[in-house]
T-cell receptor
Framework: SQTIHQWPATLVQPVGSPLSLECTVE??????LYWYRQAAGRGLQLLFYSVGIGQISSEVPQNLSASRPQDRQFILSSKKLLLSDSGFYLCAWSRATLGLAGAYEQYFGPGTRLTVT | AQSVTQLGSHVSVSEGALVLLRCNYSSSVPPYLFWYVQYPNQGLQLLLKYTTGATLVKGINGFEAEFKKSETSFHLTKPSAHMSDAAEYFC????????????FGAGTILRVKS
């Protein structure tokens, strides 16, 4: 069966510090990978998605970046955190689709609670 | 572009009462629809999905949803609420672009009163 891990579970960082959140998936190959943010009372915002190693698409211009150095590893980074980067960060995966959208659900990790002080 | 509207950011029901969470979608092509549940400080868990075929979809924990094309709706129901159903629920539709992205509604927080 497939498993998705995220760490750390919680993080408190000062403004201006760097950030690195990691997500790994087990039990599947060549998944689509996604990073979302949930800010208080603002629902789910898709930040980045990836359909393969080194292939990153950004949904929203912001202070964050993403990388996919290995097939089942997805990293969210920032060089200098802002107060507005606080939130609950969720990683998700889905089966790969060929071309346009498929009918595949996304599976979510447990999330990382980031507080920028 | 696809979109999802969840009517009611908060819904309160008594234990044992019917749960009805509303979701309307907008899609230019036949949609794929999903309901997820999120408990506090946890990730989202898939409740059920509609792709093609039977319009009444049964999911986990006694939930079901009915796809109504004429009403562009995909409402989530459960005949009898349990205290453990208290959570936030999200409706989503597949974005018709590249990458199997999902477009989520704003979410509905379900409160169950004893």
């Amino acid at each position: 069966s497939q498993t998705i891990h995220q760490w750390p579970a919680t993080l408190v960082q000062p403004v201006g510090s760097p950030l690195s959140l990691e997500c790994t998936v087990e039990g599947t190959s060549n998944p689509n990978l996604y990073w979302y943010r949930q800010a208080a009372g603002r629902g789910l915002q898709l930040l980045f998605y990836s359909v393969g190693i080194g292939q990153i698409s950004s949904e929203v211009p912001q202070n964050l970046s993403a990388s996919r150095p290995q097939d089942r590893q997805f990293i969210l980074s920032s060089k200098k955190l802002l107060l507005s980067d606080s939130g609950f960060y969720l990683c998700a995966w889905s089966r790969a689709t060929l071309g346009l959208a498929g009918a595949y659900e996304q599976y979510f990790g447990p999330g990382t609670r980031l507080t920028v002080t | 572009a696809q979109s999802v509207t969840q009517l009611g950011s908060h819904v309160s029901v008594s234990e044992g009462a019917l749960v009805l969470l509303r979701c309307n979608y907008s899609s230019s092509v036949p949609p794929y629809l999903f309901w997820y549940v999120q408990y506090p400080n946890q990730g989202l868990q898939l409740l059920l999905k509609y792709t093609t075929g039977a319009t009444l979809v049964k999911g986990i924990n006694g939930f079901e949803a009915e796809f109504k094309k004429s009403e562009t709706s995909f409402h989530l129901t459960k005949p009898s609420a349990h205290m453990s159903d208290a959570a936030e629920y999200f409706c989503a539709v597949t974005d018709q672009g590249y990458g199997n992205k999902l477009v989520f509604g704003a979410g509905t927080i379900l409160r169950v009163k004893s």
